[in-house]
T-cell receptor, first 115, second 113 residues
Framework: GAVVSQHPSWVICKSGTSVKIECRSLDFQATTMFWYRQFPKQSLMLMATSNEGSKATYEQGVEKDKFLINHASLTLSTLTVTSAHPEDSSFYIC???????????FGQGTRLTVV | KQEVTQIPAALSVPEGENLVLNCSFTDSAIYNLQWFRQDPGKGLTSLLLIQSSQREQTSGRLNASLDKSSGRSTLYIAASQPGDSATYLCAVPTQGGSEKLVFGKGTKLTVNP
């Protein structure tokens, strides 16, 4: 299947700092990527849709100024958690498809811990 | 609003047993349904994608069925192995053919040697 690569796999940062997470489609181009968040023992929740060349669209309740998304190329989307706080500690994971209505492929995820 | 429920939340079986995981969803107007596997602290691995026009899909020891009208899907694992131990997630589009997915909380499977 297609490969989606996410970096870093884990990060620890101090409260108030910003953290950038990268999501790359390695063997296909993705005009749209999706960012999800997963809290312990909870299901994945969609945060936002990353659109190449245009603004991201955010799900209800997700602060766009806190979670900055940039989709600068057809193979790269980045999620920046700005002014991180301990409650932002979570597992962040991205996904993309090669074509509409086909399998969604996910990255390895990023475990963010804010101390 | 689409909601996905997975039963049971956890399952422990001896090696070699056949088992069934269940997934139900509230909005049956979906284009497809996907089953994933997630190992602890890891990302998701796609197992099977079933299109709305299909009733089942098979991959090796895995067989997934879809009954759109009743809003249900099952994942059948034959001859389970310890390596099958993981959390299994079911996901459907938020609506119709949306690329946005709604996930269940998963079934944590433990296969004991």
């Amino acid at each position: 299947g297609a490969v989606v690569s996410q970096h870093p796999s884990w990060v620890i940062c101090k409260s108030g700092t910003s953290v950038k997470i990268e999501c790359r489609s390695l063997d296909f181009q993705a005009t749209t990527m999706f960012w999800y968040r997963q809290f312990p023992k909870q299901s994945l929740m969609l945060m936002a849709t990353s659109n190449e060349g245009s603004k991201a669209t955010y799900e209800q309740g997700v602060e766009k100024d806190k979670f900055l998304i940039n989709h600068a190329s057809l193979t790269l989307s980045t999620l920046t958690v700005t002014s991180a706080h301990p409650e932002d500690s979570s597992f962040y994971i991205c996904s993309a498809r090669t074509l509409r209505n086909t399998e969604a492929f996910f990255g390895q995820g990023t475990r963010l811990t804010v101390v | 609003k689409q909601e996905v429920t997975q039963i049971p939340a956890a399952l422990s079986v001896p090696e070699g047993e056949n088992l069934v995981l269940n997934c139900s969803f509230t909005d049956s107007a979906i284009y497809n349904l996907q089953w994933f596997r997630q190992d602890p602290g890891k990302g998701l691995t796609s197992l099977l994608l079933i299109q709305s026009s299909q009733r089942e899909q098979t991959s090796g020891r895995l067989n997934a069925s879809l009954d759109k009208s009743s809003g249900r899907s099952t994942l059948y694992i034959a001859a389970s192995q310890p390596g099958d131990s993981a959390t299994y997630l079911c996901a459907v589009p938020t609506q119709g053919g949306s690329e946005k997915l709604v996930f269940g909380k998963g079934t944590k499977l433990t296969v004991n040697p």
